[in-house]
Each structure stands twice: as C-alpha cells, then as structure tokens.
C-alpha cells in the first residue's frame, strides 16, 4: 500500500512539473510585476514572442545561438585579417617587381660601353630554343627564343619544315659582322640580326 501510495506521490509530482514548465511566462509573472515592468502595453502577437524567448533562454538555445553567432564573427575577423594580409603581399610582391624592374633597366643602363675604331669585340655563342610551334621562315621573319631574345632574318629567304615543337638553336657571331642562326636539326644557317 505504502508502495503504491509513494508511486501515485511521484507520478503527480513529475505531471505537476511538467505542467509547470509548459506554463508560459507571461502567465507565470503577477500581474502587477507584469504592468510595472511595462509588459501590459504588448499585442498578443509581441507576448508569444517574448515567451518564446523566454522558453529559449531557459532551455539554452539562446545561449548556443549567441556562441554561433560569436564564433561567426571571429571566422569573418579571421576571414578580414587573412584577406588584408594577402592584398598587402599581392602590393608588396608588385613593388618588388616594380623595384626589380628598375634595377634592371637601371643595370642595362650601365651596361652599355663605347666603342672606338679597332676594337675587338668577342660574343659568346647563345643556345636557345624557338618558343612555340614551327614550321619554317619566311621573308624577314622575326623568332622569338624561350630565353626572351628576339632575332629577325637579315635576308629575305624561305625555308619549310614539318610542324615541330621549338627547335634548337645556335647564335654565333659571322666572320664580316653580324650573326648566325643554325639549326642543328634541320642542318640550316642563316644570317640574322638582332632585335
């Protein structure tokens, strides 16, 4: 009997809590706490609203929302910082250039030398490869080597080839002035001037 009693006690307790926490606050605040906190002045629509966020802090999702929004935040502090960071390197990597580029003119500048009658003049031979695709030359055609230098034909000749992928090439200096492109594959020389 005792057993049962305690049971009954228990199960009225726990539907006694449930109903409690299904009791809105807006219904759970005296009506004069209600009206001095100036909550009387609400629509219905404003009071539900008002429970809800009640019922969402209590429960804590308030709480996990607020964290989200925080961790939010810093990942687009985060997100800023790094973007800020890689414009300044993009700036500084196109000042480097800049500056490079000056130095290099700058170099060429000095590098130029006047030359009276009789001197000598020795050029190192320049091996290279055409960039891109070739099939021949054609009057004064102009070649442009992977190493950047660019060679014209001093001749008007024509030569036809199969389409190959940048052939090599051998400059060297002529014996009267001027310069010599061969093909070593081709078996082909040919007077050019550089440009």
Do not use: C, H
């Amino acid at each position: 009997m005792k057993r049962k009693l305690g049971a009954v006690i228990l199960m009225m307790s726990v539907l006694a809590g449930g109903l409690y926490a299904q009791e809105k606050f807006s219904q759970a605040v005296r009506p004069e706490d209600f009206s001095a906190a100036g909550l009387a002045k609400l629509s219905p629509e404003e009071r539900t609203r008002l429970d809800a966020l009640v019922e969402a802090y209590k429960s804590g999702a308030l709480a996990t929302a607020r964290r989200e929004a925080e961790a939010a935040a810093a990942a687009r502090i985060a997100a800023e910082t790094r973007a800020t960071q890689a414009e300044r390197a993009v700036e500084q990597a196109k000042a480097e250039t800049k500056q490079a580029k000056k130095a290099e003119a700058g170099f060429l500048a000095k590098a130029k030398v006047m030359l009276t009658p009789g001197t000598e003049v020795e050029y190192l031979a320049v091996e290279s490869r055409i960039r891109g695709k070739f099939t021949g030359w054609e009057g004064r055609e102009v070649f442009t080597l992977e190493n950047g230098q660019r060679w014209q034909l001093a001749n008007s000749e024509s030569y036809y080839t199969p389409e190959m992928e940048g052939p090599k090439v051998v400059i060297t200096p002529a014996a009267l002035g001027g310069f010599w492109m061969s093909f070593p594959e081709l078996r082909k020389k040919l007077r050019v001037k550089p440009l």
